[in-house]
Structure formats: structure tokens, C-alpha cells
């Protein structure tokens, strides 16, 4: 990695502001799914081995720049306590005098967490005068955490850095960019990339950027049916963008042309709605009028699966089916366990998305997998060939140069 890395900071006696993406699901006012806060923990443990004066800073939800306290990271603060076995000081505003006082008031080794950053308009907005601010909480140090926001042009992600000295990657991002960083510039192979989900239109840039990089690419999940009808083949009432059938003929067209294995589904599991108790399993081509595709097949699993179980690189994104409800679900799992027993033989296997990775804990497997990417988004934007602003604003290290 190219840029500065926690490990690189001296921070002893030192208030560090470090940006971790606490936006984790709550119920009942308690965390719900603490894995988004265990991740950070190596990066906040190495802090205050050494002596650091932590600030922690994060987002949840979508309060849209108004206090809401439905969005309050109060209840977070709770769980870290009991993570760390340590007291975690709370500050109800990111930015003002309390604060300010909460900071310099910390000892060494002492945890600050401030209120949800986007209760102001000003942190999606990139305000300097709110980077500014929340700057003048440390002592000119910075480590971003939050690969999950990696991809967002933020105060508390990008605008701080310009009013620090020195702005580092913290354990985790260190993590995430060397397994997707690999996946895209040197991967072993055969590298296969498995992308599933709803919206073709979602992960256009992502199918041309691997299609460039893999050596095979399986689709499923509700995407398959817009590439399946742009060929001409039966989809039923399944979910089609009608609005992309001449893009995904396209991209369709060019892997035939450069002999490149794109696999589609070869049958499918539908029902006449998604609610529907009854169901059938079908080749493709034999879908019944006005049902729809939910799942891929026990053959696609089995024809997938022989990719995965060859590969050495996998990248997946995306589920193969509607796998919340149990009767479209099987299908998911068995990718999941295919790409378990890739990584058990040898395999290097990164999941990204929260669906994708829903699924592997669904399927038990989740501990077989090489890494679990926490950003949805970022990881796209990054498997698409995109540079993430959150990345790029980080302190390069000395002596490397861009052009080089």
C-alpha cells in the first residue's frame, strides 16, 4: 500500500482522530450486529497500546443532517464499552465547545466517541469551516478506518485532511485494499467473479472492469433475466430493466468476442409471485407464463460451482436469488458453500455487499471465507476501477511518487 499506515504514526501523548464506520442496525436502542465495531477493534487497540488519546468519529443511517435520535450512536457507545472492556466517553455533538473539552480532557489510552457526524448537513456537504472543526479535535492526526465510506467525498473522510499532518489508513482499510487491491491488479489464477443482485444498471462499470481482469464470470440473482431477455430467451414476468436490454446485448456480444466465460443461469426456481407458496424448478427456457425466476437451479449451482471449485481468486457480489425467504434461498447457499470449499483447497475468496455476506453467514460458512469485505459501495466502486476519495486524500508514504 502506498499510503501512510497507523502503523507508521508516532501518537503516544497524542489526541488521533480516527473515522471507523460504526453504521451498524439497531433494535430496540441496542446493536443488533456489532461486526462493523469488532473490526475496527485491532485498529483501536493498536492506538491505545501506544499511548494514544482516541477520537472516534462515525455515521449511522441517513439522518439528513438534522439531530434524529433514532440515529444516535449513544447505544453504540454502550457496546464498544463492552468490546474494548473499557470506558468510552460519549460527546453529544461531533464539533463545538463540549467536545472540544471532551478531547483534551482524554488521557492517554482514553476512547472518545462524538455524536452521529451527519446530524450536520455540513459533513455530506465536505464543508472546510465543519472539516475545520472536527479537525481541531486532534492533534493534527488522522486515521481513516471506515473503508465502507471510502467512497464518499465527506468532511469527516476527505475534508479533515487537509487540516491534519499527517492522515493514515487504519488496520482494517489496510486489510480491505490489500485483498480487493490484489483481486485487481495481480490475482492468482484462474480468477472468477460471481455477481448476483437485482440491477444490472447497478454494476455495469463493475462487468466491464472485470471482464477486463477475470477469467470467468458467473451472473445470477435478478440481473441474469435483463441478459437472458436481451438474447431472447422466455423470462416470464421475472424482473427485467427493459432500459439496459441493448447494453447487456452489448456486453454479451464482446464476450463472445474476445472468448471471454460469461455463464448465465440454465435454470431457475419460480413462482408466480415472491409470496407464493408454490413453486417449480425449470430450465430456463420452460418458464411458465406469468411466473417469475426467484432463485438459480440446483444445475446452475452444480455448472457454477465447477468454476468456483477451479478457481484461485473469487470475487463475489450480489446474492443468486431472493434468498431471504427459504424457499429462494438454496441456491445462494450453495454458491456460498462452493466458494467455501475453494477457499478449503487453496483459494483466495473476497464477498462484498451486504447481501452476499448475509448469505455466507446464512450458509455457516462465513468463517471459511478469506475476507469479508464491510463496504457495500466502496468495494463496488473499487472492483469497477474507480479511485475512492477516502483512499486517495490518505498521506502518501515518503518517497513514493505517483508517476513513478
Same mark, same amino acid.
Request: glycine share 10%.
Given at each position: ?10 501518537? +503516544? ?30 485498529? $483501536? ?57 471532551? =478531547?483534551?480532557? @482524554? ?6 466517541? @462524538? ?45 479533515? +485532511? ?14 480491505? @485494499? ?59 414476468? =421475472? ?5 439496459? @436490454?441493448? $447494453? ?157
Amino acid at each position: 500500500m502506498n499510503k501512510l499506515s497507523i502503523r507508521d504514526l508516532e501518537m +503516544t501523548g497524542k489526541r488521533v482522530f480516527i473515522r471507523v464506520d460504526f453504521n451498524v442496525p439497531l433494535e430496540n436502542d441496542r446493536v443488533s450486529d456489532n461486526t462493523r465495531i469488532r473490526e475496527t477493534l485491532p485498529t $483501536l487497540r493498536l492506538a491505545i497500546e501506544r499511548g494514544a488519546r482516541l477520537v472516534l468519529a462515525s455515521h449511522l443511517g441517513r439522518p439528513k443532517g438534522k439531530v434524529d435520535p433514532k440515529y444516535s450512536l449513544v447505544p453504540v457507545a454502550g457496546r464498544l464499552r463492552e468490546l474494548l472492556g473499557k470506558h468510552v466517553e460519549f460527546a453529544p455533538d461531533c464539533v463545538g465547545a463540549d467536545a472540544e473539552a471532551k =478531547s483534551k480532557a @482524554l488521557k492517554n489510552g482514553d476512547v472518545l466517541l @462524538l455524536e452521529n457526524v451527519r446530524y450536520h448537513p455540513q459533513e455530506e456537504a465536505n464543508d472546510p469551516e465543519f472539516s475545520k472543526q472536527l479537525a481541531a479535535l486532534c492533534d493534527g492526526i488522522f486515521v481513516c478506518d471506515a473503508f465502507g465510506s471510502a467512497h464518499r467525498a465527506h468532511a469527516s473522510v476527505v475534508g479533515i +485532511t487537509k487540516f491534519v499532518r499527517q492522515a493514515a489508513a487504519g488496520l482494517l482499510m489496510e486489510k480491505e @485494499l490489500a485483498y480487493l487491491g490484489k483481486a485487481i491488479s495481480n490475482p492468482e489464477r484462474p480468477f472468477v467473479s460471481v455477481l448476483g443482485g437485482a440491477k444490472v444498471s447497478d454494476k455495469i462499470e463493475v462487468v466491464q472492469n472485470l471482464m477486463k481482469l477475470a477469467d470467468a464470470m458467473l451472473i445470477g440473482g435478478a440481473m441474469a433475466y435483463t441478459f437472458l431477455k436481451s438474447e431472447g430467451k422466455p423470462v416470464g414476468k =421475472s424482473l427485467v430493466e427493459n432500459d439496459r @436490454l441493448d $447494453l447487456a446485448r452489448g456486453l454479451l456480444d464482446l464476450a463472445r468476442s474476445r472468448k471471454f466465460k460469461l455463464l448465465l443461469p440454465v435454470d431457475h426456481v419460480v413462482a408466480e409471485s415472491p409470496d407464493s407458496t408454490t413453486t417449480k424448478t425449470t430450465d430456463i427456457a420452460n418458464i411458465p407464463d406469468g411466473w417469475m425466476g426467484l432463485d438459480v437451479g440446483p444445475k446452475t449451482v452444480a455448472l457454477f460451482g465447477q468454476e468456483i471449485a477451479k478457481a484461485r481468486t473469487i470475487v463475489w457480489n450480489g446474492p443468486l436469488g431472493m434468498f431471504e425467504k427459504p424457499a429462494f434461498a438454496q441456491g445462494t447457499l450453495g454458491i456460498a458453500k462452493a466458494v467455501a470449499a475453494a477457499t478449503k483447497a487453496g483459494a483466495t475468496s473476497i464477498i462484498g455487499g451486504g447481501d452476499s455476506v448475509a448469505a455466507v453467514e446464512q450458509a455457516r460458512v462465513a468463517d471459511q471465507i478469506s475476507h469479508i469485505s464491510t463496504g457495500g459501495g466502496a468495494s463496488l466502486e473499487f472492483l469497477a476501477g474507480e479511485k475512492l476519495p477516502g483512499v486517495e486524500a490518505l498521506t502518501d508514504r515518503p518517497g513514493y511518487r505517483k508517476d513513478a
